[in-house]
């Protein structure tokens, strides 16, 4: 058992944000347990010496070797264990488990599992707020916000979880009410080393659940295996009885289950096909989950989105300026693309480049045929991506992402789009996507009010 407090050697491998939730619940439920990590000196780790006094903690690469008399790990998502720190030990006799699979069997209350590569968090930010329109006592967190383990609470209704592929890696059978995976493209393979093993991470969340939620417009959402759930899908197309897509009647589009209409598109906070797929997903997790219809439909009315997911920050002689910060993979980049080229008569012009997550960007630009757009490079990958674009797409170098803002004003006329969906990871310049997404933001401001300076002048 997960929770068999007669273990004698339990060891937390990792003592980041996830890793000090599980050293709180032991606590709670006093329950023995040791703490690794590889890092000599863990951030904050005076903090968590002191509030946890009497706990052993093991730290550096010097003391790897203590994991092989553990009977139990609890693994944080940041942890690899297939990295070289750990070749040396063998794993095999030990149970491996996280803060994911111990809260799946605490908790009481009926779970709704979210994941893919790209909009977990929009689509489970919005499930909570029809949760919240509704009266539910639900917790929201997991990937996003609190870890799990904090929100367990007896009198909770409901928990709706975003989970990542590296949180669904230790999990099985996960008992949810409700589990969707939104979509899946090449992301992490650096950790997971093929698609396939990624897909089968990721299908994991389907595991027990009552009703399994895919896209059918992704083929690698369906389920691999799905013995004795319902299944359900999602989509933009029209979709058959007791599924969720788009009706058109006459020149008005609905969000719909089968023929049955939830909701007018024109009464969407938000913007984008992409956005319109979220909100279609959002009805057909929460209407399995039990919300009712008129609590889905006054959240989505006043939902307008998550910060650095195609945020719109200005319009500047009109050209729109939309923040993409968090397209950190390919297929963000492609769908944010996709989306605001339809917003347009004009060019997109999209800033790029960053820690690259792969060596070859090519599908990236394949998928973008029949689009008008630019391309500005910055950070690490911009030569990479150079060698990628198609020899028709005018591509420009920016040294930093002040002076790509500034190079793509110059680029622009009106009714032009520019797009920050970088397609790469942050940490080359920035500390984080949403760091990032702030500066962008910074130099569009400062942009706007040299532009209207120079208009008063």
Partial sequence: MVL???MKKRVVVGIGQTGQSCMRFFSRMNIPFSVFDTREAPENIDQVLRENANTEFLFGESNVNSLCQAEQLIVSPGVDLTDPIFTDIDLSKQELTNDIAIFSKMALAPKVLITGS??????????GEMA???GLQAAVGGNLGKPV?????DNCEAYIIELSSFQLEYCSNLGAKVAAILNISNDHLDRHHSMDNYQRIKQRIYEGAEYIVFNRQDPLTQPLSCSASTLKSFGLDQPEDGHYGLVNIGDKCFVSRGSDLLLSVEALAVQGEHNLLNVVAAVAIGDLAGIPVASMQAAIKIFK???????EVAVVRG?????????TNVGATVSAVNSVSKMTQGNVIIIMGGRAKQKNFSALFDQLQGIRYKIIVIGESAELMKRCVPSDVVVMDAETLPSAVKQAHDACVAGDIVLLSPACASFDMFD?????????KRSVSDLT?????EANH
């Fill in 4 to 6: 068999d407090s007669q």
């Fill in 118 to 127: 790209n909009a977990k968090s929009t689509v489970t930010t919005l499930l």
């Fill in 132 to 134: 919240n329109k509704a």
């Fill in 149 to 153: 383990l904090d929100l367990l609470d």
């Fill in 305 to 311: 989105g998550l910060p650095h997911r195609c945020e």
């Fill in 319 to 327: 050209v729109t300026y939309f923040n993409d910060s968090k397209a």
């Fill in 432 to 440: 984080s996507f949403e760091h990032r997404g702030d500066v962008f």
């Fill in 449 to 453: 009010a040299s532009v209207n300076s």
